[in-house]
């Protein structure tokens, strides 16, 4: 197989970089204003709209049969249900960019699934920088835990439904290891998946808060539209792109640069405060997770 070109893996590369860095911060900015699963519902419905828009405009049928639905359900269960009503929970006590790097881990998890089963193996290369990965999580959440301005039992409860998050977005990522994701336009399953994942989430947001919430400020509806659009619509296709063209491992690099730039973008816009044990964590998570994707895409 030809050696894809430095443009052709390049542009879109750093596209899924940057605007996946930003959409930690465009969340941390919704939260209080409206509950974050009226927020999760509006986001993912005006997503799973245009999807379904790109599909057709691609000439991909929406068609894909009823076992093909109840797959993309419980796709958007695990990853625009569970996932995000998680993160969105784990931002209102943790910083964005420290979620951010929680979620650099998410290679753990999806090789433990992949092991249990696929029967994928790991390698101890791996999972040595796996520890030194969640040694310096460990490290930025106790730094968070001595200067949080809320009470450390929120700090926990926050790094909580992190992990949940995380486990979830795991969840949907092993599931597209299944021999059903092979048969199926991807663009075609993420629509419905979307949708779907959207009603729920409209479901749950009445049982657990009420009647539907919505901000006119205008930096809330910029949000909702950059985190459907540009951070659904736009980088998913250019993801599974990545993936073809460079491979599954070498595409998972973007987890390493995102959480640097989400650290980046915490410290102006956040404030986040920056000590040895927060600096020596981040080094050590972000350096763990190199080690551990390298082995992987050897």
């Not at 999760?40 to 691609?58: D, N, P, S």
């Not at 000439?59 to 419980?74: E, H, K, M, V």
């Not at 439904?161 to 977005?169: E, I, P, R, V």
Request: hydrophobic share 60%; with cysteine; net charge positive.
């Amino acid at each position: 197989m030809a050696e894809p070109s430095r443009g052709g893996v390049a542009v879109p590369f750093i596209l899924v970089t940057l605007i996946w860095s930003s959409t930690w911060i465009v969340i941390r900015d919704q939260i209080g204003s409206v509950p974050a699963s009226w927020s999760v519902c509006y986001r993912f419905l005006l997503a799973g709209v245009a999807m379904a828009a790109f599909a057709r405009w691609r000439g991909i049928r929406l068609g894909i049969g009823r076992s093909g639905i109840l797959y993309a359900a419980l796709l958007g269960l695990a990853q625009f249900v569970l996932n995000f009503n998680f993160v969105y929970r784990a931002e209102h006590y943790l910083t964005s960019g420290v979620v951010a790097v929680v979620y650099a881990m998410l290679l753990i998890p999806n090789s433990i699934l992949a092991f249990l089963i696929f029967r994928q193996p790991v390698g101890r290369a791996f999972i040595g920088g796996s520890v030194v990965a969640v040694a310096g999580i460990i490290l930025m959440l106790l730094h968070e835990y001595r200067v949080a301005t809320v009470s450390p039992d929120m700090v926990l409860l926050g790094a909580g439904f992190a992990l949940a998050g995380l486990m979830s977005a795991s969840a949907a990522n092993v599931m597209q290891g299944m021999e059903i994701a092979r048969r199926l336009p991807m663009v075609a399953v993420l629509a419905w998946a979307m949708l779907i994942g959207a009603g729920v989430d409209a479901l749950f947001a009445f049982a657990t808060v009420g009647p539907p919430q919505f901000d006119m400020r205008w930096g809330y509806v910029a949000g909702i539209g950059w985190l459907a659009l540009a951070g659904s619509v736009v980088t998913f296709p250019l993801y599974f792109t990545l993936i073809q063209r460079m491979g599954a491992g070498r595409a998972a690099y973007t987890s390493v640069l995102i959480p640097m730039i989400a650290m980046l973008i915490s410290t102006v816009v956040e404030g986040y405060r920056w000590s040895a044990l927060a600096f020596a964590g981040a080094l050590l998570a972000i350096a763990g997770m190199g080690i551990a994707l390298r082995s992987k895409a050897a």
